[in-house]
């Protein structure tokens, strides 16, 4: 179907530094191909929320669907982690790389490495910082910078541009923390009646989001918080079980608004208890390998593609959860 890509290497040498790998990113899945089956590697964030194991399940499903080797690392959050698993993709000469990078830095050597090797990259669902954008065939994920435009604008209309925000902000240095602050940062300060009081990061983590909330709680006094902006689902679930905790009611007496859109942030709604969730979808599998056949296949394809995303409130979240894939 596909061009020979690469020159396979000897068999010894691949169960070696398969060894390698399974030692390095948390773990590999690699399961037996003959000579025509194309080998991808994944290397992943790691599984901090529910919307990673759902972008997870979304590449191996699609790969098996396809028919692929599919070699699968976990950062386990780890950047270096990565960066080991990737350097070991491109000793093992697979055909192409697929990476969703923790942080944007630190991953031009490794680039070069890959593009010298003749292996494509795809980069799923965060980007990179690299001098040279023919480092990596192409991107697909979600408009993060939009995403922040979007919960700003339901603030300003819910609030009628009046309220106390603190925002709990994804992994410092990813792209999506990143973009997530300064598109939202962005429409607020156009409003003098909206202010980000504080600002802290909670890793994308819902235990990180509690104990970050719990802090805000105490440092601001809940009367002087009147939302919450979470750049994912996890870390509102956190803030919520904060704020309960509190013996305060969540939704009511503080407003919250994330970006993912998972099953559970949708059961919250549900609840009552999370007024808005903007979605960033996680099902980028069937994108991904699409363009990644093309890419192999020799053909040109959009340095840029974005799947496309919703925002979705408290009031229809009943009718809208019948509809969730994740």
């Given at each position: 179907m596909f061009p020979d890509v690469l020159k396979k290497i000897p068999l010894?040498?691949?169960i070696i530094t398969g060894l390698f790998l399974s030692g390095c990113g948390g773990g590999s899945d690699d399961s037996s191909a003959d000579s025509d089956t194309l080998t991808i590697g994944f290397i992943q964030?790691?599984?901090?929320s529910d919307w990673r194991k759902a972008h997870t399940v979304s590449v191996k499903e699609e790969a098996e669907k396809r028919g692929y080797n599919l070699k699968f690392a976990d950062g386990q959050g780890k950047p270096e982690n990565q960066i080991k698993a990737f350097s070991s993709f491109v000793v093992q000469r697979v055909d192409a790389i697929i990476l969703a990078p923790i942080v944007e830095t630190g991953w031009e050597t490794a680039l070069r490495k890959a593009k010298a090797a003749g292996i494509p990259v795809l980069i799923l669902d965060r980007t990179v910082d690299v001098s040279d954008d023919s480092l990596f065939a192409t991107y697909v994920g979600a408009d993060t910078y939009q995403e922040g435009i979007?919960?700003?604008e339901w603030v300003v209309?819910?609030?009628g541009g009046k309220a106390n925000i603190v925002e709990l902000q994804g992994t410092p240095g990813s792209s999506p923390a990143i973009n997530r602050l300064k598109s939202f940062k962005s429409v607020i300060d156009q409003?003098?009646?909206l202010k980000i009081i504080d600002s802290q990061s909670g890793d994308f983590r819902r235990a990180n989001g509690k104990q970050v909330m719990e802090a805000?709680?105490?440092k601001h006094g809940p009367e002087n918080i009147d939302l919450v902006y979470a750049h994912n689902d996890d870390m509102a679930l956190g803030a919520i079980q904060a704020i309960e905790e509190a013996g305060l009611k969540p939704a009511v007496y503080i407003k919250l608004i994330s970006i993912d859109a998972v099953r559970a942030a949708f059961e919250a709604m549900v609840d009552?208890?999370?007024?808005?969730?903007?979605?960033?979808?996680?099902?980028?599998?069937?994108l991904a390998f699409d363009l990644l056949e093309k890419i192999l296949a020799g053909e040109t394809v959009a340095k840029d593609n974005r799947v496309k995303d919703e925002v979705?409130?408290?009031a229809h979240a009943a009718e809208d959860i019948k509809t969730r894939a994740y």
């Amino acid at each position: 179907m596909f061009p020979d890509v690469l020159k396979k290497i000897p068999l010894t040498f691949l169960i070696i530094t398969g060894l390698f790998l399974s030692g390095c990113g948390g773990g590999s899945d690699d399961s037996s191909a003959d000579s025509d089956t194309l080998t991808i590697g994944f290397i992943q964030t790691g599984a901090e929320s529910d919307w990673r194991k759902a972008h997870t399940v979304s590449v191996k499903e699609e790969a098996e669907k396809r028919g692929y080797n599919l070699k699968f690392a976990d950062g386990q959050g780890k950047p270096e982690n990565q960066i080991k698993a990737f350097s070991s993709f491109v000793v093992q000469r697979v055909d192409a790389i697929i990476l969703a990078p923790i942080v944007e830095t630190g991953w031009e050597t490794a680039l070069r490495k890959a593009k010298a090797a003749g292996i494509p990259v795809l980069i799923l669902d965060r980007t990179v910082d690299v001098s040279d954008d023919s480092l990596f065939a192409t991107y697909v994920g979600a408009d993060t910078y939009q995403e922040g435009i979007q919960a700003a604008e339901w603030v300003v209309k819910e609030t009628g541009g009046k309220a106390n925000i603190v925002e709990l902000q994804g992994t410092p240095g990813s792209s999506p923390a990143i973009n997530r602050l300064k598109s939202f940062k962005s429409v607020i300060d156009q409003h003098p009646g909206l202010k980000i009081i504080d600002s802290q990061s909670g890793d994308f983590r819902r235990a990180n989001g509690k104990q970050v909330m719990e802090a805000m709680l105490k440092k601001h006094g809940p009367e002087n918080i009147d939302l919450v902006y979470a750049h994912n689902d996890d870390m509102a679930l956190g803030a919520i079980q904060a704020i309960e905790e509190a013996g305060l009611k969540p939704a009511v007496y503080i407003k919250l608004i994330s970006i993912d859109a998972v099953r559970a942030a949708f059961e919250a709604m549900v609840d009552g208890k999370l007024n808005c969730v903007v979605e960033c979808n996680p099902l980028q599998g069937p994108l991904a390998f699409d363009l990644l056949e093309k890419i192999l296949a020799g053909e040109t394809v959009a340095k840029d593609n974005r799947v496309k995303d919703e925002v979705f409130e408290m009031a229809h979240a009943a009718e809208d959860i019948k509809t969730r894939a994740y």
